[in-house]
Structures are given as C-alpha cells and as structure tokens.
C-alpha cells in the first residue's frame, strides 16, 4: 500500500512538471501567429522577424545535450528551477521588447533556458515514478508535450487578436511562478560529489554541429538550398564539427556525453523512433494550419477549433495506455500506435479542396489517438534497460532527436511542397488554352479580361498546392510504416508486480 503522502508528493509533482513542459512546448509554436503583428509593430522585414523563430531553435537546441550533465553537477531540482524562473522572466522581457534586435536577443535565451524543461521534466518524473509505474507517469507527462505544439497557434492567434502580440509572451508570467515555487517546495536536490570534469571542447564541437545544421534547416527553403553560399557554409561547418566531436568523443577520457549512453540497445532504437514520432507529430501540426487557412479559407480561430480534438484523441489514448502498458509487449501498442498514424495520413492524402470539416475533425482524432499510444510505451521502453545514472543524460539527448526530427522534417516537406507547388502549377498552367474547359467552372473559358484571369489564377495555385500538401501527406505516411521493423531490435519489457521483465 502506497503511503497517502507519497501518493500526494507524486500527484504535485506530476502536475507542476507538466506545466513546465506545456510553458516550454507551447513558446515554440505560440509566437508564430503572431509574426506578422510583430513585424508590423517592429518595422521589420518578413526575413528579419524569422529571426525570432530561428533564435529560439537554435539556442534550445545547442542547450539541451548540457541539460543532462548540469543536472548530474548541480542537481535536478535546482537546476530546473533555474530554468524556469530564467525562462519565466526572459519572457517578459520578450514582451517588453522595443525593437526587433532586443526581442532576437530575448528570444534567443528564452529557448537557451528552456532548453532544459522538457527533458529534466521527463527525467523527475522517471525518478519520482517506481519502474512500474513508469508507463503511467510517461502518459501523463506526455499529454503537455504533446498538446503544446498542437494548442500553441490557435493561443497565440486568440492572444495576438483579442490584446496584443506582447501577450504571448506574458502569459507565461503565473505558469512560471506557480511552478519554481512548486518545484523549490517538493524536489529535493542531490548533485554528484564526483562529477565527472566538464568536456569544454566536447561540448563546443557538438554545439556548433547543431547550430550550423539548425540554421542550415531553417533558412536553406529560404535561400534556396545549396544554390547559396550560407547554406553550404552551414552544411560544411555542420559536418566538419560533427566528425571531430564523433572523434573526441571515441578517444578522450571524459567526453561531453559518455559513451556508455549508446552501448544500450533500447535507447539507440529508441532514439530514431523518437526523432520520426517528433516529426510526424510537429510536422502535422505546422502542414495543417496553412492548409486550412490559406485553402479553405478558415480563420485563425476555426482552424484552432478544427484541430483541437486531435488532442482529445492523444489525450483517450494515453489514459488507456497508462492502464494497459503492464500488460502487453510494449513494442506492439506501439506499432499499433504508428499504424493507426500511418491509416490518418493516408486518409489525409485523400482530401480535396471541398473535404468537411467532419472530415478533418475524425481524421485529426485518429491520428491523436495514434500518436499517444506510440509516445508514452515509446518513452517507457527507450529507457527501460538504461542505468539510472545515465537517465537525464538519456532524457536530454531523447529530447534533443526529438526536435531535430521535427526540423529535419519541417525543412524537407516544406521545401517538397514548395517545389511541387511550383511543378504542379507549371503542368496546369500549360493544359490552359482560351479554348480549354472551363475547369473548375463548368464553363467555357472566357477572353483575356484581366479580372477573369485573376480568378483563374488563384484557383490554379490552390489546386497546385493541394497537390503539394497531398504529396507531403504521403511521405510522412511512408515514414511512419519503415520505422515498424526497428521496433523488433529493441528489448521488451513487461511490467508486472513491481518486477521488471526483460527479454530478448
């Protein structure tokens, strides 16, 4: 029998986490609404406001991998109310920003601080959570990483519209608070008496790697790819400095993320099932929104309603596999998972411009429920046969291919769509004749009025990208059914009684 204060130390813990993960995971995708108020209010250009997307990125990503050893130095607790008072108060500097310089600089160290968030979250929650119950945290846990990416833009438009693009920052001020006292009152720290020496050199080569690959993914769709110079700066840099942290970190005595992490199976699998899971779920989530404002026609508003019940979806499939993850083989909820991911898509490749908001409704439900019954077995598994002294260091490099799979998978059907946006619409255009159908009108085409001619127009770049966005939807559907066969390399494990079981 649990000890009723435990249970209730468990619960309050397990409620501030989240609401550390939901503050970082909404600020990614949050502000993107609201670009084009702040670059009105700023006098920037559209490339100069990207800026407070790409700053962002980059800096999480080149902070995440030292989230691990910060903790094992200084302790977990104290290093994740670190990071949320410094996110919480950087943020409000991002509101209080008066030019476009200022809001970069901000934004750059918002996601330097909450680089940190989400994997240390995950890693309490692991601490606090016996191995039995671990499944049960990791639902939990996952909901607010998973619903943040998803809530994020239609906040951020509701925000931007009703008060002001400053409110997407500000909102962060009560969560940030309510949180780093929650967590300075319930965890306890304990850093390492011995730590092993920080790995300086380690440490720089992996974060210019991921900088200069970050960069290189954010603006190549931009600077068309490798036609220039920055891009192939970027890709030569990525690469050089990669190698030599590869190389350092095989032959140096203390090297920045310790070798053993990659000698357990469970993790190394886990860790590309985790990057395609982050690009299924984020690229879904940035392919959507365009989709139904800039085709359909839909508001920010409607189109935050529309997508809101694939949530819903995650959130049924989660409560059930919290109750059935110590019963089966967790390697078949989650193939069942990425199956059920793979059936939505496909569905998706199916839509025409005229397809029901019914439609996309149940569509997006199913593809929820999918998506949460792959990220919480998923999670479980990656670390089941990991020692715990190498599980934040885990938890920070699982956090880590989970953004890049995101980006990774941004920046290439991004750029599909807009290359096969551009062929398609050159096909169409040249089946066009004064003496063509009248498709899509039923008519005959008209002279070459230049009203007419606009209409028309219109319709073939909507028809073009329609095509785009379904060849888009095919190709993460493909993802989501090769990754199946890397399942059956990992170990499984059943949990049963408070014993551990595992099988080869």
Not at 219 to 234: A, K, N, T
Request: aromatic residues 10%.
């Amino acid at each position: 029998m649990i000890d009723p204060r435990v249970k209730r130390r468990r619960g309050l813990i397990t409620i501030v986490v989240m609401m550390a993960t939901i503050m970082y995971a909404l600020d990614g995708t949050i502000a993107n609404v609201a670009l084009p108020s702040i670059q009105g209010s700023l006098s920037a250009t559209q490339e100069q406001v990207s800026w407070v997307i790409t700053s962002y990125i980059v800096a999480s990503a080149i902070m995440t991998p030292l989230a691990g050893f910060c903790a094992v130095r200084f302790g977990l607790g104290r290093v994740l109310v670190t990071a949320v008072v410094g996110f919480t108060a950087v943020s409000m500097m991002c509101g209080a920003a008066q030019t476009l310089d200022q809001l970069v600089l901000f934004r750059a160290l918002q996601g330097a601080f909450g680089a940190s968030l989400v994997p240390l979250s995950q890693a309490l929650m692991m601490e606090t959570y016996p191995r039995e119950e671990q499944g049960k945290a990791m639902a939990l846990w996952g909901v607010g990483t998973m619903l943040g990416p998803i809530t994020g833009p239609s906040l951020g438009g509701w925000l931007t519209d009703e008060y002001s693009w400053r409110w997407v920052f500000y909102v962060n001020l009560p969560v940030g608070v309510l949180c780093a006292i929650g967590l300075m009152i319930l965890v306890r720290n304990h850093g390492n008496d011995r730590p092993r020496p920080f790995d300086l050199l380690g440490f720089a080569l992996l974060a210019i790697a991921i900088g200069s690959f970050q960069l290189m993914l954010d603006r190549g769709q931009q600077l068309d790819w490798f036609d220039s110079p920055e891009i192939v700066v970027e890709t030569l840099v990525a690469g050089i400095a990669f190698a030599m942290f590869l190389i350092h970190t095989l032959t140096d005595e203390h090297p920045f993320l310790s070798r053993d992490l990659f000698k357990d199976r469970n993790l190394t699998v886990g860790l590309v099932l985790t990057g395609v899971c982050g690009l299924v779920l984020i690229v879904s989530a940035t392919l959507m929104p365009p989709f139904l404002q800039q085709l359909k026609g839909y508001p920010v508003f409607t189109t935050g309603l529309v997508l809101a019940p694939r949530g819903l979806g995650m959130m049924v499939s989660m409560m059930m596999v919290a109750r059935i993850i110590t019963r089966f083989d967790a390697r078949y909820i989650i193939a069942l998972g990425f199956g059920l991911c793979a059936l939505s898509l496909w569905e998706m490749t199916t839509f025409t411009l005229d397809v029901s908001e019914a439609a996309i409704v149940w569509n997006g439900i199913y593809l929820g429920f999918g998506l949460g019954l792959v990220f919480p077995p998923l999670t479980t598994l990656t670390f089941a046969t990991l020692p715990a002294r190498l599980r934040t260091e885990g938890a920070a490099i699982n956090a880590l291919l989970r953004n890049l799979g995101a980006s990774v998978g941004i920046a290439i059907l991004v750029s599909l769509l807009a290359r096969n946006t551009q062929e398609n619409r050159a096909d169409l255009v040249s089946q066009f004749t004064p003496y063509s159908p009248g498709w899509p009108f039923g008519k005959v085409m008209p002279g070459a009025d230049s009203q007419m001619l606009a209409v028309w127009d219109a319709e073939i770049n909507r028809q073009a990208a329609m095509i785009g966005y379904l060849n888009d939807f095919r190709v993460m559907t493909i993802c989501s059914l090769v990754v199946l066969p890397l399942l059956f390399l990992m170990r499984r494990q059943i949990l049963v009684r408070s014993v551990a079981v595992h099988v080869d």
